[in-house]
């Protein structure tokens, strides 16, 4: 990839001096150019350098995704076309053209249904106890379930569909079924589970700690506060994953210098997330009391009125 690269840089500007022309894993490659003629360029000169190591393209597994693209003619290997998608699968995440985490989610619960499902036999059983079965469900099917969910642009519905599949899991591996009910509460509590939506929104920290104790030169940090090129339509924008950092950030009353300096210190940034995680629990609590207080006062008046009418009636 280096020679071919280096021909010429044609990617996505990355830094000041630094370009982005592809991104490699093993054999995997996903080449990153601006215009129709670049991604020609490049695709032949992958295919003429893998030749001289013995490696070729697999058109099949081969896919081109554009992104508000003038040139609408297809790209060709061997004389073949190769595959114009709106979505392509890379390192197991669905990549599409809108950025969106909606197509990538909802191939986890699926993934992660049929993993569940080749499990039965496990859930159903009555040797294992029910410690052992969601030690089981948390490596065997949540691992697959929130793999890349660390870089996730989530919303309240994909959110939603996440934690719905879990209940349903948790519930037959319980072993309670309709018209027998449980609580979400007391269901995650005798499975030792966590709110979904806090599950998420931890994994995201957990992976900036890291990222932010890695050297500035490192692609990873890089890509942290990288702000791409162009300009965006009028509108609302839509919500990505650093808006939803940074939303978290300002309900901490942090910002990035101080985030990167409690970062170089493992213990400092496990007590921030805990701290985090504590309020989100807190203000939870708070709301469900305001909720109770109000359902009290309202309880109150509706006594209070049927005492009303019960005097009147008496006069």
């Known amino acids: 990839m280096k020679s071919l690269t280096s021909e010429g840089k044609h990617g996505i500007q990355w830094t000041a001096q630094n370009q982005l022309d592809d991104l490699d ?7 990153l150019p601006h215009t129709h003629e670049q991604m020609q360029t490049k695709t032949a000169s992958v295919a003429a350098v893998s030749a001289s190591v013995g490696l070729s393209i697999h058109e099949g597994k081969t ?13 060709t290997h061997d004389g073949k076309t190769l595959e114009d998608v709106e979505s392509f699968t890379y390192l197991g995440s669905i990549i599409d053209e809108q950025g969106a985490s909606d197509a990538d989610v ?8 049929a993993a569940f ?15 052992i079965k969601v030690r089981i ?12 969910a660390e870089t996730w642009r989530t919303t309240t519905t994909t959110i939603k569909k996440v934690q719905v599949f879990k209940n349903s899991c948790l519930r037959k591996i319980l072993n309670i079924r309709w018209p027998d009910t449980i609580s979400n509460s007391l269901l995650w509590e005798r499975t030792n589970q966590f709110l979904g939506e806090e599950e998420i929104r ?40 650093r808006r939803i950092i940074e939303e978290d950030m300002k309900k901490m009353i942090r910002n990035w210098k101080e ?46 009125h049927i005492n009303n009418n019960s005097n009147d009636n008496n006069t």
């Open 106 to 113: 909802q191939a986890r619960i699926g993934e992660s249904r």
């Open 25 to 31: 894993f093993a054999d995997d490659l996903a080449l």
């Open 259 to 304: 985030l990167e300096r409690i970062a170089q210190y493992r213990v400092g940034w496990r007590m921030l997330l805990i701290s985090r995680q504590f309020q989100r629990v807190n203000n939870s609590n708070n709301s469900n009391n305001n909720n109770n207080s109000n359902s009290n006062n309202s309880n109150n008046n509706s006594r209070i």
């Open 117 to 131: 499902l080749q499990l039965k036999n496990i859930w159903n059983s009555k040797q294992l106890s029910t410690n």
């Open 63 to 75: 896919k081109v995704l554009k992104f508000k693209a003038e040139n609408s003619n297809p790209i």
């Open 137 to 148: 469900f948390n490596t065997n099917v949540k691992a697959i379930l929130l793999h890349g």
């Open 202 to 241: 931890k994994r995201p920290w957990k992976w900036i700690g890291h990222t932010l104790r890695k050297s500035s030169n490192c692609i990873m940090r890089q890509a942290l506060t990288w702000n791409p090129e162009g300009k965006r339509k009028s509108g609302r924008p839509k919500n990505t994953l």
